[in-house]
């Protein structure tokens, strides 16, 4: 008969282990989520990087342009600097397109909002431009593919973005 463990004892060896614990089709390797920067230009997302916290972390244009949709994946997009020029979530293609919408706040009561994607799900750019169409500081979207086949609506979006 094996020797009873405490759940005192369970939880430290849990918490003192130093590799990914894989549960079925499921790895968990800690609470850190993979950063990819912009750095302006285009970032061509993989599904690989599903799951990351994919930064604006330049005023200058950039742009991230998401993978080919499998069901579940999902990306966060946040905004660590006043965009001087368009900071854009791109679906990779015209059919992809962007269900869902999300909330602007801004100190200017004229330019807080709400934003939803058509209901057809045919918008397949998302564009924050530092000003009336958020990008500041704080700005956060996240997106998860909600089909995975060429369908227009197969990313929902949901998100808050500052305005200034």
Same mark, same amino acid.
């Given at each position: 008969?094996? !020797?009873?463990?405490?759940?005192?004892?369970?939880?430290? +060896?849990?918490?003192?282990?130093?590799?990914? @614990?894989?549960?079925?089709?499921?790895?968990?390797?800690?609470?850190?989520?993979?950063?990819?920067?912009?750095?302006?230009?285009?970032?061509?997302?993989? #599904?690989?990087?599903?799951?990351?916290?994919? $930064?604006?972390?330049?005023?200058?244009?950039?742009?991230?342009?998401? %993978?080919? %949709?499998?069901?579940?994946?999902?990306?966060?997009?946040?905004?660590? @600097?006043? #965009?001087?020029? =368009?900071?854009? $979530?791109?679906?990779?293609?015209?059919?992809?397109?962007?269900?869902?919408?999300? $909330?602007?706040?801004?100190?200017?009561? #004229?330019?807080? =909002?709400?934003?939803?994607?058509?209901?057809?799900?045919?918008?397949?750019? @998302?564009?924050?431009?530092?000003?009336? +169409?958020?990008?500041? %500081?704080?700005? !956060?979207?996240?997106?998860?593919?909600?089909? =995975?086949?060429?369908?227009?609506?197969?990313? #929902?979006?949901?998100?808050? $973005?500052?305005?200034?």
């Amino acid at each position: 008969m094996g !020797r009873r463990v405490g759940l005192g004892h369970l939880e430290t +060896l849990v918490e003192n282990l130093k590799r990914d @614990i894989a549960w079925g089709d499921c790895n968990h390797g800690g609470f850190k989520k993979t950063v990819v920067l912009s750095g302006g230009g285009t970032t061509t997302l993989t #599904a690989a990087n599903s799951g990351a916290c994919c $930064i604006f972390d330049t005023a200058a244009t950039s742009n991230f342009t998401l %993978p080919a %949709p499998e069901l579940g994946m999902h990306f966060t997009f946040i905004s660590t @600097i006043l #965009a001087t020029g =368009d900071h854009v $979530i791109q679906a990779g293609t015209n059919d992809h397109g962007f269900l869902g919408g999300v $909330i602007s706040v801004s100190t200017t009561a #004229a330019k807080s =909002d709400s934003f939803s994607a058509a209901t057809d799900g045919n918008n397949d750019f @998302i564009t924050m431009d530092g000003a009336t +169409l958020g990008g500041a %500081p704080g700005s !956060r979207v996240e997106v998860v593919a909600v089909l =995975d086949e060429s369908d227009s609506g197969c990313w #929902a979006v949901t998100g808050q $973005i500052a305005c200034v």
